[in-house]
């Protein structure tokens, strides 16, 4: 599995990224950490110079590669997570799976559940992504789904950034990955047993995992805070980067 920073001393920090969404556009948050902290972002199986994983493609799967990964890495226990949108999905799962120590969790525009209505519409995207590289009925709803309507009309040079999403990992992958997501655990009664510290920070316009979704995550954790970002879609690491940043280095101060 391929990092795309490995970097710094002191406690470790893992940064997962998105579905679909690149490891490197995670830069503006945790580079910041850096002075403090060991930070580790990989390209999880399948995205950039990751090997993807033969079939059957499996959440947990990839989280034992993962955690496999980090023991060679010499982590033995990380101080925290930082999961965007499907990644603080496995973020959850790493720290509810007890194999590797973790001490505090951010669920940046994160989900734990998706809902019956939308196990569908994830095996809709997975056959239009099965149709063919970077299908381009898929360019349009990304961006819908990503970033809010206001920065798509103050900012629309920056659309071509979630666009490059789409072509992070081919289309097998994004599609394997819609496909185990659609027949994903429901982790959301399980998080009242996270002793961690919960950190959930999502986008007031968020399309793509809407704010309810982080207000169940904070509800159902033991100590959680809940942090809505005005204006604000998906992709906190474009819209909000200085913010998001700040708040990730006060919650692991």
């Known amino acids: 599995m391929n990092f795309v920073v490995d970097s710094g ?68 226990e990380l101080a925290g997570v930082v999961g965007f949108s499907l990644g603080a ?47 381009p009925a898929l360019v349009a709803p990304n961006r819908e789904r990503m970033l809010s309507p206001g920065f798509r009309e103050r900012h629309p040079e920056r659309a071509g950034e979630v666009d490059a999403w789409l072509g992070a990992a081919p289309s097998e992958v994004l599609a394997d990955e819609l496909e185990a997501a659609a027949a994903s655990d429901d982790l959301l009664p399980r998080l009242a047993s996270l002793r961690q510290p919960v950190l959930a920070r999502v986008g007031e316009h968020d399309a793509a995992c809407p704010r309810a979704k982080s207000e169940a995550i904070a509800r159902a954790a033991r100590q959680a805070t809940l942090q809505v970002v005005p204006g604000a879609g998906h992709a906190l690491e474009i819209e909000d980067p200085e913010g998001t940043a700040a708040a990730l280095e006060r919650f692991f101060a």
């Open 9 to 76: 001393s002191g406690p470790a920090l893992l940064f997962l990224h998105g579905m679909p969404s690149q490891a490197s556009g995670l830069e503006p948050l945790w580079r910041p950490l850096l002075a403090r902290h060991r930070v580790l972002a990989p390209e999880l199986p399948g995205y950039g110079k990751s090997p993807a994983v033969a079939a059957p493609y499996d959440v947990r799967r990839v989280n034992d590669l993962l955690e496999a990964e980090l023991a060679a890495r010499g982590v033995r």
């Open 89 to 135: 999905y496995r973020a959850f799962l790493l720290a509810l799976d007890g194999k590797l120590p973790v001490g505090r969790i951010a669920s940046l525009a994160g989900v734990a559940r998706f809902d019956p209505e939308e196990r569908p519409l994830l095996r809709q995207f997975a056959a239009i992504a099965r149709s063919g590289p970077v299908a």
